[in-house]
Each structure stands twice: as structure tokens, then as C-alpha cells.
């Protein structure tokens, strides 16, 4: 399927370089995820739409290009990806894209390499799930707003200050992420989910994380998998684990029967948002949304107590009814 659709863009008129928008229109901006869509649409304001591949619930390391992808990607001005293989399976069609277009890979770009999280083999050497971390996908922001900047000269001010405006707003969250995880009781601060994509956010924030499933979600979960998570859950007496929007709730579910089953009362934290943000429409299906609600559910399920938000955040805290 892949090599088809390079082929199409090898063999066809599909190879042309998009044309750069005219001043008044704005500049075409596709985005793989939508935590990366969601940067680039707060800075970019009016000069830029922002086009994102993959919606909510999706998940990005099974990702194929299907075909109407190709048509979406073809009206891109500028591609932003992430990066150190999240979007493995986009390899070769981002490889092709970035011969005719700006191709950026925004956590390969922007985030201190010294701060990046090591993994042990599977697909990844680098673990992705940069955006965990607030503070580090605030990293982001620069390149974001440069590749906005030339390709839309005229917009730079304005994207400036709204990259000005949001940087203040995610400084804000991560103090406030921080400050209510350590709420937590001690004992209990560790978060348990279907896989592995919450380290960045424990190194952050400061809990403890286990994921049933590894850094990516391509391979199978065993018994033995269930097992281990089982004994972790039994012997530090979690209260609760977390399901994730992206992936199927079996593997959790599985952990709370045999925690059950050795007398250990566990119960489901709610859902968190791993590798995809929440409705489009909904405070979820914002950056700032997904951390806050991950975090809104996490303090909850153990016991913990969350913060008053911080007044930067406040005209977020309107916009989005939020009563916390
Ligand atoms: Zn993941």
C-alpha cells in the first residue's frame, strides 16, 4: 500500500510543489497529530489552517497512509510531523513530502536531546510521547513558529505574540500539573496504564508509571505482561488504573480481574488521553485540555487534590466552562 502510494507521487503530477498561498489566504498547514495541529493553530491565528491527520482516538504507531491521506497531505503548504519513528509507518511518504514542501519533524527539532527519554528495542530507541511533558513540548513552540513564520513572512508578529501568549498559558499547567500530583499520598503515586506512554509525564511531575504494554502499541500483550502488572498492583495496594483513549481497555481490565481475584480491590481511573487528544469541540480536544483532564483524573482516582488553576489560564478556564 505504502509503495503504491509513493509511487503515485513519484509517477504522477502529484510530484509539483504546492503553490505558496497568495498574502490574503491562509497558509495550508497539515499536522500528523493533533497535539502538534494544536500548537500550530494557536500560533498560527487567521494565517494558517491547520489540517490534522490523525483524530481523536486514533493511534499513531499502527497509523497507515490510506489513500485519501495522500490528497490531504498534497494540500499541505508545510508538513509538521513529530518524529523519532512515531509516525513509523509515514516514513517514506513524509521522506517524499519533503522534497517538494517545508517537512518538519518538530520533536526531532525543537526538544534538548539531552532531556529525551532512552527505550530498549521494539521500534523506538527514543521513547515519543514528548508532549507528556508540558514543559518539554513548550520546545516545540520555536519551530513551530519559525516554519509558520517563513513560509507566511507577513504573519510573523502575530504568530510571535501568540507563540508569547501560549507558552505563558503552558508554563502555567505544568506548574499546576506539577503542584497537584504532589497531592498525591505518597504511597500512591503511581500511575498504571495500558502502555507505555506516560514516563515524560512521571519524570515531570513526579509519579512513578508502569505501562502493561510497552512504548509502543504494535506488539501483542501476554500473560506474563499481566502477570507482572498484577504483582505491581497487589504489592503497592493501587487504588486504580487507567484505561487509554486510544487503545482497547482488555489488557486493563484484565490486570483489575486478577488483582481481584488475589483480593486486591482496584477500579478504573477513568480514561486518559496517551497518543491522541479528546473531541474536536470539547476542552479534550485541546492541548491544554488533554493534560488538564489526564491530570484532573489521575489526582482523583488516588487521592490527591487539585490545585486552583493558575490566572493565566483563565480566559482558557471561560472558554471552556471549566469549573475546577
Ligand atoms: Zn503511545
Redesign the pocket.
Known sequence: MLTALVSMWLGGSLMAAAQPAAAEEPLQAVATIGMIGQVADQLGGECVDVTTLMGPGVDP?LYRASARDVTTFQKGDVILYAGYSLEGQLGDVLKHLSATRPTVAVSEDGIEKERLIHVDGGTYSIDP?LWMDVGLWSQTVPVIASTLSEARPDCADGIANNADVYLEQMTALDEWIRGSIATIPESQRILVTA?D?FNYYGRAYGIEVAGIQG???ETETGVADIRAMTDVVVERGVPAIFIESTINPRTVQAVIDAAERRGQAVSIGGQLY??AMGEDGTVDGTYLGMLYSNTRHIVEALDGELLPLPEVLNDWVVRWQIDG
Open positions: 504507531h510521547h502502555h506512554a512504548v509502543s502499541t496517551s497518543d
